[in-house]
């Protein structure tokens, strides 16, 4: 049968779980020897391998999740550049790029992406589309055919990414039924400086229309270096006015950094109490804010991880854009994420927190139906590479192979 096979693997501890645990060979990196096969597109059998004589030459992942994408923009740095590499310079440049937009452009963009996505070893991805008032019809009916198109290979949720004010107008109700019917998400953007008041009313009705028709919210939120957690706390106190329960996913919340710790834990508590998702994107992140052009700032925030962690929040770390005018780098790589990520926020690869925020946390955002545990009966759905340490995943010479539903892909 083409979709079964077998392979000996090295499999970080925490991403599988196994019947019989006894003689399970860990190495020091927390890299578990194991024999592992599958029949008809499903894990048929997980057991330890002796290895007495030698490490398996290969470390498998179950297929990747991206929590944050831009697949809209995607691809359009070498015409819409930002050479300033700042937050505003890229705002403008972005603005630039939608006079030039046409449904049959934002496509091309979607599916190179997901195309490398899927090569390079995604599994869904959860990716944010510009949604603005003069904008032509049919980009959304073509995006959910899109959808359609890849959802035997590849998972795609869209969030409409608008300013607050678009989710009061005609167009912004009629979309947000659209969604509804299709399980899209309402998207936004919080980051000072704001008007407060307005800022307040403006989510309350977001939050009501989400209600409404059963929606999620994802917001872009306190990507800034000023007024830290100023966002955040605003949308804390409409909830807390409302009384209302709606899925919330907050990304960036990176200037948060900036309070106090035990002011960072006691935001964690409110956020986990409200089961409010987090998701960290230190590359564009680290990239745009406080970036001068004179001198090097070190003074980067980012969501902090660990104390949000700490504060039992459910924390992603994801990728965010792909060679646009945010970010001039990346290629839907999750290595590549990784590589950058996992050193610049101070995360052990061999340490199970690390791990959920790679694997299990953004399965959770996107509710998918395998939260990505590799155990007897689960897809086989798997990126193998040529490795035998964590220092093999993040070199530049990658080989690896992706399997879909037990099937070789490349
Ligand atoms: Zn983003």
Request: contains cysteine; positive net charge.
């Amino acid at each position: 049968m083409s979709n079964s096979g077998k392979v000996e693997a090295l499999i970080p501890r925490c991403l599988f779980s196994i019947e019989n645990s006894d003689n399970l060979s860990i190495d020091f990196e927390d890299l578990s020897s194991v024999s592992i096969s599958w029949e008809n597109g499903f894990v048929s059998e997980l057991k330890p391998l002796k290895t007495e004589n030698k490490k398996p030459n290969n470390i498998l992942f179950p297929r990747f999740v991206e929590a944050h994408s831009h697949i809209d923009k995607s691809f359009t740095w070498d015409k819409f550049p930002n050479l300033r590499s700042n937050y505003d310079g890229a705002l403008s440049v972005n603005l630039e790029e939608h006079k030039t937009r046409t449904t049959k452009k934002v496509l091309e963009r979607a599916e190179k992406s997901l195309n490398l996505a899927i090569q390079n070893g995604y599994r869904a991805i959860r990716s944010h589309i510009d949604t603005y008032q003069h904008q032509g019809n049919d980009v959304w009916t073509e995006l959910f055919k899109l959808q359609k198109k890849y959802s035997s290979k590849l998972q795609l949720q869209f969030v409409a990414l608008s300013p607050l004010e678009f989710w009061q107008t005609e167009n912004g109700k009629k979309l947000a039924k659209k969604l509804s019917i299709q399980k899209g998400i309402l998207g936004g953007v919080v980051v000072p400086p704001f008007n407060k008041r307005e800022t307040s009313k403006l989510l309350s009705k977001m939050l009501l229309l989400a209600d409404k028709y059963k929606l999620e919210i994802d917001l872009h939120i306190d990507e800034s270096t000023t007024e830290p957690g100023a966002g955040v706390k605003v949308l804390l106190e409409v909830m807390d006015k409302l009384k209302i329960q709606v899925p919330i996913t907050c990304s960036h919340l990176s200037s948060i950094l900036f309070l106090k710790e035990h002011e960072i834990l006691d935001l964690g508590k409110k956020l986990a109490d409200k089961n409010i998702k987090v998701v960290a994107l230190p590359l564009t992140n680290f990239w745009l804010l406080n970036h001068k052009s004179k001198i090097t700032a070190l003074k980067r925030p980012v969501a902090p991880i660990k104390q949000l962690q700490k504060s039992f929040v459910d924390v992603s770390v994801g990728s965010d854009n792909v060679q646009d005018p945010w970010y001039p780098f990346g290629n839907f790589d999750p290595f590549y994420m990784m590589s950058c990520s996992i050193p610049m926020l101070q995360l052990n690869p061999w340490e199970r927190k690390t791990l959920s925020s790679i694997f299990f946390a953004p399965s959770r955002l996107l509710n998918l139906k395998w939260d990505g545990l590799i155990k007897k009966g689960c897809p086989a759905d798997f990126v193998i590479l040529d490795a035998q340490r964590w220092a093999d995943v993040f070199s530049s010479n990658l080989k690896r192979k992706v399997f879909i539903k037990g099937d070789l892909y490349c």
